[in-house]
């Protein structure tokens, strides 16, 4: 393309120089979009190999619909000011930087997922400055939402994660129990369970079981099972009738 271009006239030059100009306007308008699909396959909401494989195959697709786009604009303005036989060898240059449209989408992706991973990073570092979390980080299908901690009523054991129940929601969380045990305030949650953790504000009923264990009830009605090795832990917090 650039072969003999000194020997064109300026305006052509000018005219090429636009055009070209044109490409990156175009990849202006697709950031948004790209960022819209990110929202929905962020690095934090999928695991990686789900993330690589999903954005491979879009950034494929993203850069084939981009070539088409810009060559489409380039083909109009190329045909309208210069020639259609020129208009070839722009075309060929648009497909020999079909590799750098797609760096250019995993540049983006890069640059989001970087937020992303900054914004949890300060996060953490500022709960990490507390003795105990004032609020978590838990991931939905499309985005990260921020539960202050006195908005979760209990916490429940799931596998490798950890099921935050906020009012009638629930979310997951990559923790373990034992971790997330050493960073709540224990005046405000308790351990009832191997597999559960309370929020003692919450509780509103004790109900004892015929095998000295016994049930709780929350606030938005739920039951749920105190094991017996945990019954010590509600024994500060409560004076009740009795054993437990």
């Known amino acids: 393309m650039e072969k003999g271009l000194s020997n064109l006239p300026k305006w052509e030059i000018w005219v090429r120089n636009i055009i070209f100009s044109l490409g990156w306007l175009i990849w202006a308008f697709f950031t948004p979009i790209v960022f819209s699909i990110y929202e ?86 500022e709960n990490q400055k507390n003795n105990y979390l004032e609020r978590i980080a838990v991931k939905t299908a499309f985005k990260i939402v921020i539960l202050q901690i006195d908005e979760v009523s209990w916490f429940e054991a799931y596998g490798d994660y950890v099921k935050v129940h906020s009012e009638d929601k629930f979310y997951l969380m990559n923790d373990s129990m034992i971790q997330l045990e050493g960073k709540l305030d224990p005046k405000k949650f308790t351990r009832i369970h191997r597999s559960t953790i309370v929020c003692i504000n919450d509780i509103r009923e004790l109900q004892p079981h015929w095998n000295k264990e016994f049930y709780l009830t929350l606030k938005n009605g739920k039951k749920l099972k105190v094991s ?16 437990i």
């Open 40 to 125: 929905r396959f962020s690095i934090i909401s999928k695991s990686k190999s789900t993330f690589l494989l999903i954005h491979l195959g879009i950034s494929l697709l993203t850069a084939v619909l981009y070539l088409i786009v810009n060559g489409f604009v380039v083909y109009l303005l190329w045909n309208l000011l210069i020639s259609e036989v020129a208009y070839f060898e722009v075309l060929l240059g648009l497909l020999e930087k079909f590799h750098v449209d797609l760096l250019i989408y995993w540049l983006l992706i890069g640059a989001f997922s970087l937020v992303d991973w900054t914004g949890l990073r300060a996060l953490k570092t």
């Open 228 to 243: 017996r090795t945990y019954q010590e832990n509600l024994r500060s917090f409560f004076k009740t009738p009795g054993e």
